[in-house]
């Protein structure tokens, strides 16, 4: 090796060093479906990705397995580094003996850092396996001591990577789920989440099944632009903007975010999203109204205005959203800053570089 590669070598073992040395940086953990995401806040990507996979059930029905609810079987959920250990996170028992060590591990191995030295900024799925976030907490509190722990869902963090826009909808495609919340000046709106079982691994399935005649698009169209399927992110879309407050949901549409690794994975997936909404509504036809800003009532002209509906009477609920499709331009973020997969871990990255109140984190002390 050379001297001046050396030096180099040096200088960046050094700079690392430095880097390491600041506490007032935050460690991110992202855990998503399909990858765990580890990283320093501040920094442009993750230093390291390691894969999660579900294990169990077998694979032609585990794109149904994912029921959304806190009393969900997750024993089939585990992580599959690239060192040998498997954890799977069962019991809040079971979690804490298998996820210690490997977090331990992590920080020898991996990171090279001292776990005292900072604090961690942890990014869950909104819905998660039963006792991981009281299983981390023992871990990094108790055993490995980090200054403090803050725990956030991944549509908190989503809305500071997408930048000065803090109000629109989220629609993020997961390897298991789809998802679609509002959120409104960079909070969620609880009320308007909407999850459907159609992640990824869903399309991988019904590809791998589908007839010699079967277009793969007409697939695509049937799992996520399918009106007629519940399960759909187009039926999951406009139901979460029907739960949207009524003053909102112009402000809402005109800011349409996707995220999640299933939107790489789909050629064209927003430009398609919004052109097939788009085609749901058509105009009922043509109704005279009063004219408003006229104090003279009687000479109050009328005006000709369009009334739209959905196509198909069969979803006359989604009457009453017609005008505000079809009366406002639907806005897509697009191209984001940042890799539609990694928006929720960059988001962490800039939320925990900046100063946050200290009564959000919880302390060692605690």
């Not at 029921?67 to 804490?96: A, C, G, Q, R, V």
């Not at 995220?259 to 052109?275: M, S, T």
């Amino acid at each position: 090796m050379t001297s001046s590669r050396r030096s180099a070598l040096k200088r960046s073992y050094s700079s690392n060093l430095d880097i390491s040395s600041r506490q007032s940086t935050a460690l991110v953990f992202e855990f998503g479906t399909a990858f765990l995401r580890v990283g320093i806040a501040g920094e442009p990507r993750p230093r390291h990705i390691f894969p999660l996979k579900r294990q169990g059930p077998s694979s032609q029905h585990e794109h149904h397995s994912h029921i959304l609810t806190e009393d969900h079987d997750y024993k089939y959920w585990t992580i599959n580094p690239s060192f040998p250990s498997e954890i799977f996170l069962t019991s809040s028992k079971l979690t804490y003996q298998h996820l210690g060590p490997w977090i331990s591990n992590l920080y020898t191995n991996h990171l090279l850092l001292k776990p005292r030295s900072r604090k961690v900024l942890m990014i869950l799925p909104l819905y998660h396996p039963p006792g991981l976030q009281t299983s981390l907490e023992q871990i990094f509190l108790r055993d490995l001591q980090v200054p403090s722990i803050l725990f956030v869902n991944q549509f908190r963090t989503i809305p500071y990577a997408i930048g000065n826009q803090n109000t629109g909808v989220m629609v993020d495609i997961g390897q298991n789920e789809g998802r679609v919340v509002c959120f409104f000046n960079g909070a969620m709106m609880d009320d308007t989440v909407e999850i459907v079982p159609i992640g990824y691994q869903s399309l991988l399935h019904s590809l791998s099944q589908k007839d010699e005649e079967q277009d793969q698009k007409m697939i695509v169209d049937d799992l996520y632009f399918n009106l007629d399927n519940q399960d759909s992110m187009l039926y999951a879309f406009l139901s979460s903007l029907l739960r949207c407050s009524i003053d909102l949901r112009k402000q809402v549409v005109q800011h349409v975010v996707f995220v999640g690794g299933g939107v790489e994975a789909i050629a064209n997936f927003e430009q398609r999203f919004i052109l097939k909404i788009r085609e749901l509504f058509e105009s009922k036809g043509v109704v005279e109204c009063v004219a408003t800003g006229i104090d003279n009532s009687n000479n109050t002209p009328l005006v000709k205005r369009n009334v739209f509906g959905v196509k198909d009477g069969k979803y006359k609920q989604f009457d009453v959203l017609a005008s505000v499709i079809m009366n406002t331009p639907l806005g897509v973020l697009y191209p984001l800053q940042f890799r539609p997969a990694l928006m929720a871990w960059m988001g962490g990255s800039i939320m925990g570089s900046i100063k946050l109140s200290n009564d959000e984190w919880t302390h060692r002390s605690n």
